[in-house]
């Protein structure tokens, strides 16, 4: 195939908590818009139907990368995508970089874009590029948001790297990249699949609001995954298993009230050592048994079922012992997120993406 106007639109689908997925959309619209094709952005959250695409049209799919593969929502997004009908789509997962006293760290994308690439085939299109950009890390659970200037190098090098891409595969050829990735990331195949099947749960019950709180309800609106309820009175925000740590709430709180306590970190990690099927199967298992790995299936549902449970009952009694502004002001001074600078994408705000 050749020429460079092979296709009559680019259609962007993104993911986002920050803004990182909705600013590499928007390069891929502008370099489509450059060449003279109409660009239109489509934003992928929780409970919405998958929209088809326009034939001869060029499907992006950008979205971050979580426990070093795809998240659940962009998956069943894109398996419930109507027949592609051999429309060309490329698939540019977002990892995260860091730069720390001006050496970059890229991030692994691991199996997030060939994952999207292969249901994508199942659903009927054509992939024509897979890439990792690397962007600002956001997950300002873990480390302080990057300064503004480590974030602008990262996304100029990004910025960059889609623009040349999005040039190659209008042209009419392909970019494939990543391979080595692919590779470590069907390496930790078991990491990813714990992740999603156990640690994106835990991980939802980490966050909690200080005493700078308001009850503004923000958050709320914003989710992409419906997964936040203001429960109490007055309401304060409480996190379901729905949340996927996009950090859109954490990161646009204008009272920066959401914070992530190490305390609860600890709570819950004994919580989920403890081990029930082991006492359950002690006479099945030829002994006991004490790490999951050692567990039969039968074994592991009956801890893995345990876990979730346990942990949204010790989520439910600290949400009702946080109504106390006492302890929730002693709980925020304590938490290491509190001195945490947060992170925005540059030059994005919250109409452009979750309230539109």
Not at 31 to 38: C, D, F, P, W
Not at 212 to 224: A, D, F, T
């Amino acid at each position: 195939m050749g020429g460079t106007y092979i296709y009559r639109m680019l259609v962007a689908f993104f993911m986002t908590g920050t803004g990182n997925s909705y600013t590499v959309a928007r390069w891929c619209a502008q370099v489509a818009e450059t060449t003279g094709l109409r660009s239109q952005l489509i934003q992928i959250k929780a409970g919405e139907k998958s929209d088809s695409v326009p034939l001869r049209s060029l499907a992006v799919f950008t979205y971050p990368t979580h426990g070093f593969t795809a998240p659940w929502l962009i998956m069943k997004y894109v398996w419930c995508l109507p027949n592609g009908h051999k429309n060309h789509a490329i698939v540019l997962p977002n990892r995260a970089g860091i730069r720390i006293k001006g050496v970059f760290f890229p991030g692994l994308e691991g199996t997030a874009g060939y994952l999207i690439a292969l249901l994508l085939w199942f659903r009927g299109y054509r992939v024509q590029g897979v890439m990792g950009v690397d962007m600002p890390s956001n997950w300002t659970a873990l480390h302080w948001g990057l300064s503004g200037e480590n974030a602008a190098v990262i996304t100029n090098m990004a910025k960059s790297k889609v623009k040349s891409m999005l040039q190659t595969v209008l042209a009419g050829n392909r970019h494939y990249d990543g391979i080595v990735q692919l590779f470590l990331g069907a390496a930790l195949a078991k990491i990813s699949l714990m992740y999603i099947i156990m640690a994106q749960f835990i991980l939802a019950k980490l966050f909690f609001a200080s005493d700078k709180c308001n009850g503004c309800s923000l958050c709320q609106s914003i989710c992409p995954k419906k997964a936040l309820r203001m429960v109490g009175r007055p309401g304060r925000p409480y996190w379901t298993y729905s949340c996927d740590s996009c950090m859109a709430c954490m990161n646009y709180c204008p009272q920066k009230a959401i914070e992530v306590s190490p305390f609860i970190i600890t709570l819950f990690y004994y919580i989920a050592a403890v081990p029930v099927a082991a006492y359950a199967m002690r006479y099945a298992t030829n002994g006991y048994a004490s790490h999951w790995g050692t567990l039969s299936w039968f074994g592991f549902g009956i801890q893995y079922g345990y876990t979730l449970v346990a942990i949204a009952l010790a989520y439910v009694f600290l949400h009702f012992t946080l109504s106390s502004r006492l302890i929730r002001e002693i709980a925020g001074k304590l938490s290491h997120t509190r001195y945490f600078r947060r992170y925005k994408a540059e030059g994005v705000s919250l109409k452009d993406i979750h309230l539109k």
